[in-house]
């Protein structure tokens, strides 16, 4: 446990800390996405979850909003998404993309 302890917290500090949705995020999903802007939070949590298993997961501004669509096209087979967890994290990651967000630290 004495090396194990601090070699995990070495590597949780690595991964980037995925945006939490905050009241701006949920206004202007809520705008984009009238009907369903309410699951974005889950939509977080289904991104960590389904989005990490191969590769660090991707924090959705490092991606331009544009291309989003696209990727989650190549991805959504490779997590074997749901068509309902494909648009779900579809408006997560638009949402988390969209201009005017932080640019990539
Ligand atoms: C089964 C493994 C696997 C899973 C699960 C997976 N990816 Fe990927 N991902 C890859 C591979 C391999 C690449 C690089 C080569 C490529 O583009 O196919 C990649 C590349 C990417 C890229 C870089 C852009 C690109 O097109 O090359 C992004 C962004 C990305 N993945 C996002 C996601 C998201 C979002 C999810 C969840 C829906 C996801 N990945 C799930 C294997 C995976």
């Known amino acids: 446990m004495r090396f194990f302890l601090p070699l995990a917290l070495a590597l949780a500090s690595c991964a980037p800390a995925l945006p939490t949705v905050t009241d701006a995020d949920r206004a202007w999903a809520r705008n984009a996405f009238p009907e369903t802007a309410d699951d974005l939070g ?32 190549k ?25 005017g967000q932080l640019p990539p630290e």
Do not use: F
């Open 75 to 99: 991805m959504a087979p490779k997590s074997k998404l749901l068509s309902s967890e494909h648009a779900q994290i579809l408006r997560y990651v638009l949402t988390a993309s969209r201009p």
């Open 42 to 73: 889950d939509s977080r949590v289904l991104y960590a979850t389904k989005c990490s298993g191969c590769h660090m997961l991707v924090l959705p501004r490092r991606v331009p909003q544009r291309e989003w669509p696209v990727i989650m096209e």
